[in-house]
């Protein structure tokens, strides 16, 4: 009896040791996993999340005579005595030449050229209005040209002497009025749509 119960004891001083070990192994397995799925969820160091500094106002003479400088986005009011630039704008802008690096939202008003690198949003009115990329809104000027650039699309009106595009629904109202391809209607004297079989019409030219 003796003998059964001190083997007894020794199974069991010999079960647990093994249960200790194959815990031990399991939060050992369980700690590199997670440290593994850490590691792969955090960022590589050459992902670049910064943002460019944001300011309601801005206001500029040449840049970079200007306050803030250029690197900023424009969320509210900017001023341009003769030529300024930012990097984003939403909201009012007043210029002799203004232009935004990336893409300009909202009025902008110009004794000479309101101008956006990216893509655009709202009201441009001066003698040169310009969009590279995609424009929803109106542009009213001797000169607009609304989504410039290859593949971009305005979907706008535009009145004035000349009137371009790459791509645009809507209508354009003036002397000259070209689009690659179109779909709405030109009013002037030479109006092209040069994805149309006869591309040329005096006085209307639409496709639909």
């Known amino acids: 009896m003796k003998r059964q119960f001190i083997v007894w004891m020794l199974g069991i001083t010999v079960g647990g040791a093994a249960l200790a070990q194959q815990t031990s192994t399991l939060i050992r397995s369980s700690s590199s996993s997670s440290s593994a799925a850490t590691a792969a969820a955090a960022p590589t160091a050459d992902v670049d999340t910064s943002v460019y500094p944001y300011t309601p106002f801005m206001f500029s003479i040449v ?7 250029s690197n900023f986005d424009v969320g509210g009011l900017r001023i341009n005595a003769i030529y300024g630039e930012c990097q ?3 909201g009012f802008d007043i210029s002799t030449v203004g232009r935004a690096r990336g893409h ?3 009025l902008q008003v110009a004794l000479l050229a309101n ?4 893509e655009g949003l709202g009201l441009q009115i001066a003698p040169v209005n310009y969009v590279s990329g995609s424009y929803d809104g109106w542009q009213i000027g001797a000169v607009n040209y609304g989504a410039a650039k290859p593949q971009s699309t305005a979907q706008a009106l535009q009145i004035g002497v000349f009137n371009g595009s790459d791509f645009i629904k809507g209508c354009q109202i003036g002397v000259i009025n070209i689009a690659r391809e179109m779909i709405g209607f030109q009013i002037g004297v030479v109006n092209v749509i040069q994805n149309k079989d006869v591309p040329f019409l005096p006085i209307i030219n639409c496709y639909f």
């Open 88 to 90: 984003n704008f939403d």
């Open 115 to 118: 101008i956006v690198d990216g």
């Open 104 to 106: 300009g939202n909202g």
């Open 63 to 69: 840049t970079p005579l200007q306050v803030p400088s």
